[in-house]
């Protein structure tokens, strides 16, 4: 079983930034692959980001390749996400998500652990 808990969320002006963290419980966080998804109010739940066992592989949807950056510190049971210039259609909240899986996969069915969610919200 894995605990995840999200941090970070907040509010911010259009091309600012925000770092989210995902808090993982459990000794063997370095044998799973993470994941970043949001989802928009009205809108199904969308892939954001994902990160191998080892960061050695990562995957980012379209609409935030080159301004968001996912990373991973396994000393410290943790998953980033660097999030910078921010749009106003980034705001939804994010979900950090584990896969008893060290490689990394896109599509949301693939991930066995959910965090609450922390909101982000991008002004214009």
């Known amino acids: 079983q894995v605990q995840l808990v999200e941090s970070g969320g907040g509010l911010v002006q259009a091309g600012g930034s925000l770092k989210l963290s995902c808090a993982a419980s459990?000794?063997?966080?370095?044998?799973?692959?993470m994941g970043w998804f949001r989802q928009a109010p009205g809108k199904e739940r969308e892939f954001v980001a994902s990160i191998s066992w080892n960061g050695g592989v990562t995957y980012y949807a379209d609409s935030v390749k080159g301004r968001f950056t996912i990373s991973r510190h396994n000393a410290k049971n943790t998953v980033y996400l660097q999030m910078n210039s921010l749009k106003p259609e980034d705001t939804a909240v994010y979900y950090c998500?584990?896969?008893?899986?060290?490689?990394?996969?896109?599509?949301?069915?693939?991930?066995?652990?959910w965090g609450q969610g922390t909101q982000v919200t991008v002004s214009s």
């Open positions: 459990g000794r063997t966080f370095s044998s799973y692959a």
């Open positions: 998500a584990a896969r008893s899986d060290p490689w990394a996969v896109i599509s949301a069915v693939g991930y066995d652990y």
